[in-house]
């Protein structure tokens, strides 16, 4: 009795293996094919996309809240691990009968199929990848499913010399040849993908035009003389990100158009020279995202290059009764922007540069929108290429069919930066210092209140413009030691008042006044 127990389980670690080795075989194969396609046909990121636009708000808010910017990276593992399980599942039933196991990997593949062929701008030829994957999958989990057979059958009398630990050897042989090959072949696949594409080397070798209108020179004292608080202008590599794309498109300038139509007297196409020969605007811009909690770090600010929307939809002559633009990317995502916002004096661009270099490719190169006064959301669109004329109540765009408003102008906040939540800092002299935001209404006053107290005002950083954030400080002379609690509320350029009212980012971005406690020692 104990040893047929033993048997069994013993037995059946072979078809798990079998399973996940031939799985690693399918999607290198596939990942190799697909260089030859264009990122679109991978697999693997044809799932994760597809399960990212069939995410409820709630989940998406959730995992921007848990993991920040971080959730693409968790979406992989989780990824890993389902495909894992089910490729140890389909080995198991293909050691059981063959039919069973390679049924479960015919119905998986259809399903990664369906989400490669409904991605945006997915043709029939993506699925190419995917059906030479799974053909080549079906060849390795026959192969071993065969070996791990031929393995259990044979006698197992004779010790290590057995006919049966001689199977087991030759099957770990070949499953670790094989799982070799395929991280070999996906990974030579990725290394060709980025070199067939010359996104990254013509963004490196790009030179962007002069601005024929700069930026106004920064005044001095934008920075707040508080150690911590953050850089008035966001570094590239630390500026934060935020997209549905889960493989960074990467778009050669050469190929790239953006389409204008819509409700509008003229369509017309333009392409990247035309925008390198524009007369082109230059000006620093604060980006928050809706899904900023308050107090979050989903908000940099940047000096961007571009070409003013203005320009683009005064040559389009938009028809009476359009009121909104909806900007598509090159991966589905899109946006809708109010006309008017678009229309109006304020440095609403389609931006090619960021603090000084093309735009960085997760950023949206080679160009993207980028519009003081509203969230990311409804105008920030990356790696755009669509801009359609039309109405609100015509089109709704990716977030608007995912329970979030249609229009989203960016709300009042600000931040406590320094002392960070739950410091410990030294009695007598305490700097507070942060960063507060009201695009294109500026920022007039902040305050901080301190253990409930009274309210006070803080020092206010110099400004830059209205479409940039904020900084502000406060010296708190006489702190004593405690655990204390510091708040934080800010008025906008219009003497209006930052509400205290909480609120989630859904479906319209946070509200609240920002608080925090730290102690003083
Ligand atoms: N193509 C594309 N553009 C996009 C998004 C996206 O998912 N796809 N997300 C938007 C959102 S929600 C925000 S907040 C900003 C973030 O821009 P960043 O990543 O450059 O900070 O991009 C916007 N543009
Ligand atoms: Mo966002």
Known sequence: ME?????????????????????????????????????AAMPLAAVGSTFI????????????????TADKLVLFIAMGVVAALLAGLAGLLARRRWSLGAGLVVVLSVVIGACVATR????????????????????ALRLLAGRAAAADSAPADGGPESSQAVGRRRFLASAALLAGAAAVVGAGGSVLSG????????????RLPAAASPAAPLPAGVQAPVPGVVDFVTPNPQ??????????????????????HGMVEEEFTLRFQDL?????????????????????????????????LRQVLARAKPLPGADMVLSTSIDGFSASTPLDVLQDDRDALLAIGMNGEPLPLEHGFPVRMVVPGLYGYVSATKWVVDLEVTRFQDKAAYWTTRGWSARGPVKTASRIEVPRPLARVPAGRVALGGT???????????QVQLDNGGWRDAELAAEASVDTWRQWFYVWEDARPGSHQARVRAWDGRGELQTAEQAPPVPDGASGWHTLTFTVE
């Open 120 to 139: 945006s701008g997915a043709s029939a030829l993506d699925l190419v990848p995917t059906v030479l994957g799974t053909a080549a999958g079906l060849a």
């Open 239 to 260: 500026f934060y990100r935020i997209d549905t794309a889960l493989i960074v498109p990467e778009v050669d300038p050469a190929g790239w158009s953006l389409r204008v």
């Open 53 to 68: 636009d069939f995410t409820p708000p709630w989940l998406k808010d959730f995992a921007i809240a848990t993991f920040g």
């Open 276 to 308: 390198l020969e524009a007369e082109l605007t230059e000006a620093y811009v604060t980006l928050t995202c809706v899904s900023n909690v308050v107090g979050g770090d989903l908000a940099g600010n940047a000096k961007w290059l571009g070409y003013p």
């Open 195 to 206: 070199v067939r594409n010359a996104a990254r080397a013509v963004r490196e070798a790009l």
């Open 3 to 39: 040893t047929v127990e033993r048997r069994r389980t013993a037995s059946r670690w072979p078809g798990v293996l079998a399973g996940v080795v031939a799985a690693a075989v399918l999607f290198g194969t596939a990942q190799l094919a697909a260089a030859f396609f264009g990122p």
């Open 436 to 446: 507060a935001w009201a695009q294109h209404r500026g920022i007039s006053r902040v």
